[in-house]
């Protein structure tokens, strides 16, 4: 389970990425991609009255949710409508299907199964039909991330003994390897113009976050700080980077300039706060937090920290029950 109390390390780190419950919701506006990523730990729908401050995310009307719940047994990815009506489970597996990610123009979604016997990264279309096997390999994959462009697809993998962040055609081919670090390298994150990556490192002994070319050239590290550093989403506008933080005692959510520089806290509670992502358009953060019990639950704020709403609220579940290594 997430070690809240020390700091991360990839024994730990895996295991909540990849066996409790995330959720990961992504808006897609008029079918232009989009993105919302949170991770919910309830991993049950939130249906009616669950779904709280309708009116304060009417502005999400019209738009769709893609997330991961286990409510079926098993870790399955669903579309609903933003007000909770509709949901439609998109994969209905035995096994784990997890990390959704829309493509830039909504048609399809990237996300993680392991239905082939090891974790391999599928492309479905939007409706859930014609799911296809884009890594079918032994090592582990994990995180799609969809370039901007929709050509291509960068990920963590684990075919090289380490985790490594690669990036592939959107059809699979030509998977290349941008890391080759021993390390432990995860989480990746375009930059809007497609130019650059984001993920996070534990290189320099503990997770920070850092950019590079989308060729695997320009290394920079961004955060430097003894705590850790992870969760990086790049900003629509591209000139920021929200991610998460133990560097005050607990996980809290940070915003920095695209550079590394600038860094403002925008949340500040004893309870976790998590997987940050920005609306499609840049005004809102989605982020996950317990800071109402032991939940966890998706809440929305202003890039700004303030105005945070909640906008599900699932029963608390055991997080134990949800591994599956
Ligand atoms: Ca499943
Ligand atoms: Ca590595
Ligand atoms: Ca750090
Ligand atoms: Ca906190």
């Known amino acids: 389970m997430w070690n809240r109390n020390s700091r991360l390390d990839p024994a730990s780190f895996i295991p909540f990425l990849f066996s409790r419950a995330r959720l990961r919701v992504v808006l897609a506006a008029g079918g232009a991609g989009a993105i919302f990523t949170a991770c919910d730990n309830g991993g049950r729908l939130p249906v009616g009255p669950d779904l709280v401050m309708t009116q304060k995310v009417a502005d999400l009307a019209g738009q769709q949710i893609a997330f991961v719940t286990d409510r079926d047994g098993n870790s399955e990815i669903y579309v609903m409508n933003a007000d909770g009506t509709g949901p439609v489970n998109l994969t209905n597996n035995p096994t784990f299907d997890f990390n959704p990610d829309w493509s830039p123009d909504g048609s399809k979604i990237a996300f993680v199964s392991n239905r082939s016997g090891q974790d391999d990264i599928f492309v479905m279309n939007a409706d859930g039909t014609g799911p296809v096997n884009l890594t079918n390999h032994a090592g582990r994959d994990a995180t799609p991330a969809w370039s901007p462009d929709g050509s291509k697809i960068a990920f963590a993998t684990e075919r090289d003994g380490n985790f490594e962040i690669y990036v592939m055609n959107a059809d699979g081919t030509g998977a290349t390897n941008l890391t080759h670090n021993l390390a432990f390298d995860f989480w990746p994150t375009w930059s809007p113009d497609g130019s650059k990556i984001a993920f996070l490192s534990q290189r320099d002994g503990n997770f920070e976050i850092y950019a590079m070319n989308a060729d695997g050239t320009g290394l920079v590290r961004l955060t430097n700080n003894v705590a850790d550093d992870f969760e990086p989403r790049w900003s629509p506008d591209g000139s920021k980077i929200v991610f998460t933080s133990r560097r005050d005692g607990n996980d809290e959510i940070y915003v ?70």
């Open 256 to 325: 920095m300039d695209a550079a590394g520089t600038g860094v403002v806290r925008l949340t500040n509670n004893t309870a976790l706060d998590g997987t940050p992502d920005w609306s499609p358009d840049g005004t809102k953060i989605a982020f996950a937090s317990e800071r109402d019990g032991g939940a966890r639950e998706i809440y929305v704020m202003n890039p700004d920290g303030t105005g945070a709403i909640r906008i599900t609220n699932n029963p608390a579940v055991d997080i134990d029950r949800r591994r599956r290594r």
